[in-house]
C-alpha cells in the first residue's frame, strides 16, 4: 500500500510560539503575530505579491510586481500572461507550493480582475485559497 | 523591577548579509516564542532586512568618515583640501609659467673730461609687479622684483653696451637688465565693512587664483596675509636706504633691502574652499590695537596670558609670543581694496620673444629736470624681450598632488632642527635681502681646554663681489640673515655666523698630444674643461680637490695622449686681488687628494684665464 507521509511543523503543537506576522499590521502593537504555518504562508504570498521588483534591498527581483497591470488592458491575452507570470514567480519563490487552480475572473463593469489561487504545500496537509482583487 | 538580560552582540558585523544573518540569529536565540518564519517572503523579514540595510548603510558611512579623516585615503575634494590645511599646505588652484625678461633702455651720452660716458641722469625704475604683454596670446607676466637700471650689483648686474656712435663717439648706450616673471595677471576687487564683526569672512571667487597680492583699507593701512591668525609676526622688507637704516646704507649694492620682524594687528588669512573661491578670514579684535616693530623681551613674551604662572609652561612660537587673544583687527567702517593675482595654466606656456610690451604705467625716471625730449626719447625706448619660452604652466594641483605634497611637508614643518635644516634655510633667503653664495654648517669644535662652546652652530658663509667672485659676506647681510633664521631658529641654539676662508689657486698642467691633433686645439680644450670644473657652482666650502678626478678629466678630452703632470699652486695676498690667506697645497695634499683647511674653507680659481695654465710636453 503506498504510503504517503504529511509533514507537520513542529512550531504548530506550540500553540505560544508564533510563526510569523500577519497583514496588515494592524495589531494592537502593530504587530500581529500568527501561529500556523498556514496562515504565515498565506501572509508571505500576500507580501510577495504586493511587493514590486526593486522594492526589496540586496533582492531586486523578489516580489509578484501585481501592481504593474493595475492600468493594463483586461484582454484574455494579458490574463493569460498574467496567469504565466503568477505561475512562474510562484514557482521560483515558493518552490513548496503547488498551484491546485489559478483562476482569474474578469468583471468589466467593474475594471477589475480576481484572482482565485487555489494551493497546497507539498508533503503537508496545508491547502488553502488565496483571493487577490485589483 | 524587570531587568534588561544581557544580550549577545556581536560588532563584527559590517555590511547587509552579515547584519541579516545576525539579526535571525539574533532572533532565534532570544524571541524563540515570537517569530519563526525567516523566509525571504516573510513580512517579518521585510523589517529585518530593513534594519540590516540601515546596519550597512551606517558602516558605509563610518568607513566613509574615517576614511575622509585620513589624507592618504580620503577622496571628496573639500575634505582634502581642510585635510591639507591641517599639514600646513596651501594647495594651488592653478600653475604659473616662469621666464627670464630681458628689459632694455637707452641712456644718452655724455663727455666728462673729455671721456664719452653713459648718462646715468637719464636711468629708468621699472616698479615691481609691473606687467608685460605678449605680441600674441592673453597671457601677461608680471615682475615681481623693481629695475632700477642706475644700481649694477652682483645680484643684479646691468649690462652695459653702446647702442649708436656718431662718428667714431657714442651717441647712446644700451642698458640691459633681466627679471624673473610669472604668468600673472593683477585683479582689483574692492568690500565695504561696516559694524565690526568677529571672523569675519569675505570671499573670492575667480579661476586660476594664484593668490592675495595686497589688501589695503580707505585710511592706506596695509593688511598682511598671514599663515593663521594667531600668526602677530610677518617678515616686513624695507629699502636699505640712509633714511631707514643708516649704518647699514653702504651694503645697499649687495643687500637692497633689510628684513624686519613686524608685529601686525592688520592681519588676514586666506584659504580655499574650493577651486574657485578663496575665502579671507580676519581677527576679532579692535582698531585701538596698533602694527609695531616688536623685538622681544621678557616683558612682552606671553603678555596676554593671564597668570603668570602659565608663562612657565606655555609653548612659544616665535611668530606668536605675546599671546593676545584678538587674532588681529576685524575690519570696521572701512573699504578693503584686494588686489589678487590669476593666471597660470597651459596656455601661459608661451613662446620666446613674445613678452615685448611692457606697460609704462609705472615706470619713472630716477631723476627730475631733465631734458623733455631726450627724456621722451629715452622713455620710449624701454623694450622688453623673452629669450626662453615660458614653462611651468599648468593646471592646480590635482587631488593626488594635494595629498602627496601634503604628506612632504610633514617632514619639513618650519623649524629648523638639525644642522642641514639650517643650511637649507640660510641658502632659501631671498636674493634681494643679500644672497649668500655659499654656506656651511658645522658643530664648534672643541681646543684641548674646552669642555664646551657659547655656541652650538658655526654658520660659515660666503657672498659674491660684483664680478662673481667669493668675497666675505657683508655685516648688513649677515643681520638679515640672522633675522630670516631667528624666526625658525629652536631656542637652544645658538648660531654664530662666520666668514668661511678663501683659498685662491692655478692651476699648471703639462699634457701629451696624440700626433694627429694639433696642440693649441687640445690645449685649449684642456682650459675650457678646467675652466668648467672650477665653476663656482660646483664647489662647496670644504670640498677637497680629488686630483685623480683631475687627470681623469683632462684624459678623456679628444687628443690627449698622457697628462704628464698637474700642479697646484696658492695664490695669496690682497694687492694682487688674491685672498689674504695663503696655504700650504703640498702639505694639505695627500694621496692625491688636496684636503681643505681645518677651519672651513673654500678652493677658488678666482681668476681662470690667467690662472689655469697648460703646457704641451713632448713625450
Request: charged residues 20%.
Amino acid at each position: 500500500m503506498a504510503f504517503n507521509p504529511q509533514q507537520i511543523s513542529p512550531i504548530d503543537f506550540n500553540p505560544s510560539a508564533a510563526v510569523g506576522v500577519d497583514l496588515p499590521f494592524n495589531g494592537n502593537a502593530v504587530f500581529k503575530s500568527n501561529y500556523q504555518t498556514k496562515d504565515a504562508i498565506k501572509n508571505n504570498l500576500i507580501n510577495f505579491f504586493l511587493t514590486n521588483p526593486g522594492d526589496r534591498f540586496l533582492n531586486p527581483s523578489f516580489g509578484g510586481g501585481l501592481r504593474e497591470f493595475v492600468f493594463t488592458q483586461i484582454s484574455d491575452d494579458n490574463i493569460d500572461f498574467l496567469k504565466e507570470d503568477i505561475s512562474s514567480k510562484l514557482e521560483l519563490y515558493f518552490s513548496n507550493i503547488i498551484i491546485t487552480s489559478l483562476n482569474i475572473f474578469r468583471n468589466d463593469d467593474f475594471n477589475s480582475i480576481n484572482i482565485e489561487l487555489n494551493y497546497e504545500v507539498s508533503n503537508t496537509n496545508i491547502t488553502d485559497t488565496l483571493n487577490i482583487e485589483f | 523591577m524587570a531587568t534588561t538580560p544581557n544580550r549577545d552582540i556581536k560588532y563584527l558585523n559590517r555590511d547587509f548579509t552579515d547584519f541579516r544573518n545576525r539579526l535571525i540569529e539574533f532572533t532565534q536565540t532570544y524571541f524563540p516564542d515570537t517569530y519563526n518564519d525567516f523566509s525571504q517572503a516573510s513580512p517579518g523579514m521585510l523589517f529585518m532586512e530593513q534594519s540590516a540595510y540601515v546596519g550597512d548603510v551606517l558602516s558605509f558611512y563610518l568607513d566613509n568618515q574615517i576614511q575622509e579623516n585620513f589624507i592618504q585615503y580620503a577622496r571628496q575634494t573639500n575634505n582634502i583640501f581642510e585635510l591639507a590645511y591641517m599639514f600646513g599646505y596651501k594647495p594651488k588652484t592653478t600653475g604659473v609659467a616662469q621666464t627670464d625678461i630681458d628689459f632694455y633702455q637707452q641712456l644718452p651720452a655724455k663727455t666728462i673730461s673729455g671721456s664719452t660716458v653713459p648718462d646715468f641722469d637719464y636711468a629708468l625704475t621699472i616698479n615691481d609687479n609691473t606687467t608685460v604683454s605678449p605680441s600674441q596670446g592673453n597671457s601677461s607676466f608680471l615682475i615681481q622684483d623693481k629695475i632700477d637700471f642706475s644700481i649694477s650689483s652682483s645680484q643684479d648686474p646691468t649690462e652695459l653696451s653702446v647702442y649708436q656712435i656718431s662718428g667714431t663717439t657714442p651717441q647712446y648706450y644700451l642698458l640691459k637688465k633681466t627679471r624673473k616673471a610669472i604668468s600673472s595677471k593683477i585683479n582689483t576687487t574692492s568690500y565695504n565693512f561696516t559694524t565690526p564683526t568677529q571672523f569675519t569672512t569675505i570671499n573670492l571667487n575667480a579661476s586660476n587664483i594664484i593668490k592675495i597680492l595686497d589688501i589695503v583699507d580707505s585710511e592706506g593701512n596695509t593688511w598682511y596675509e598671514v599663515d593663521h591668525l594667531g600668526q602677530e609676526m610677518v617678515y616686513n622688507k624695507i629699502s636699505n636706504t640712509n633714511v631707514n637704516d643708516p649704518n647699514n646704507v653702504q651694503d645697499s649694492g649687495e643687500v637692497p633691502y633689510l628684513l624686519k620682524l613686524n608685529k601686525v594687528q592688520r592681519r588676514f588669512s586666506t584659504r580655499f574652499t574650493s577651486l574657485s573661491n578663496l575665502q579671507i578670514q580676519f581677527g576679532a579684535g579692535t582698531t585701538k590695537d596698533s602694527d609695531e616693530v616688536i623685538t622681544p623681551n621678557p616683558n612682552n613674551i606671553g603678555i596676554g596670558l593671564p597668570f603668570k604662572q602659565d608663562k612657565l609652561t606655555s609653548a612659544y612660537s616665535p611668530t606668536n609670543f605675546l599671546y593676545t587673544d584678538t587674532y588681529g583687527i576685524s575690519p570696521s567702517n572701512t573699504t578693503l581694496t584686494v588686489r589678487y593675482l590669476t593666471g597660470g595654466g597651459v596656455s601661459s606656456n608661451i613662446p620666446s620673444n613674445t613678452l615685448t610690451t611692457p606697460s609704462t604705467t609705472d615706470i619713472t625716471f630716477n631723476n627730475i629736470n631733465l631734458n623733455q625730449t631726450t627724456a621722451d626719447y629715452i622713455f620710449s625706448s624701454i623694450s622688453s624681450n623673452n629669450p626662453q619660452a615660458a614653462s611651468g604652466g599648468r593646471g592646480g594641483d590635482t587631488l593626488e598632488e594635494i595629498r602627496q605634497n601634503s604628506l612632504a611637508l610633514i617632514a619639513s614643518q618650519q623649524r629648523s632642527v638639525t644642522a642641514e635644516d639650517y643650511l637649507v634655510r640660510a641658502l632659501s633667503m631671498p636674493s634681494e635681502y643679500g644672497a649668500l653664495s655659499k654656506a656651511y654648517i658645522e658643530k664648534p669644535k672643541l681646543t684641548d681646554d674646552q669642555v664646551s662652546t657659547i655656541e652650538t652652530l658655526n654658520l660659515f658663509c660666503l657672498g659674491l663681489n660684483s664680478l662673481g667672485q667669493y668675497s666675505q659676506p657683508s655685516n648688513t647681510l649677515k643681520k638679515n640673515l640672522r633675522t630670516y633664521l631667528s624666526q625658525n631658529r629652536i631656542i637652544g641654539d645658538n648660531i654664530e655666523i662666520r666668514n668661511a676662508f678663501i683659498i685662491n689657486l692655478a692651476v699648471n698642467f703639462e699634457i701629451i698630444v696624440l700626433p694627429e691633433f694639433n696642440n693649441n686645439e687640445v690645449l685649449l680644450g684642456c682650459i675650457a674643461e678646467l675652466k668648467d670644473y672650477f665653476t663656482r657652482d660646483k664647489w662647496q666650502i670644504n670640498q677637497p680637490i680629488m686630483l685623480r678626478d683631475i687627470f681623469i678629466l683632462l684624459d678623456k678630452i679628444n687628443g690627449v695622449q698622457t697628462v704628464k703632470n698637474i700642479v697646484f699652486n696658492n695664490k695669496a695676498g690682497t694687492t694682487s686681488g688674491y685672498s689674504q690667506y695663503s696655504y700650504d697645497i703640498n702639505g694639505a695634499t695627500q694621496n692625491q687628494v688636496i684636503y681643505p683647511s681645518l677651519d672651513p674653507s673654500i678652493f677658488e680659481v678666482k681668476y681662470p684665464n690667467q690662472d689655469i695654465k697648460g703646457k704641451v710636453v713632448p713625450l
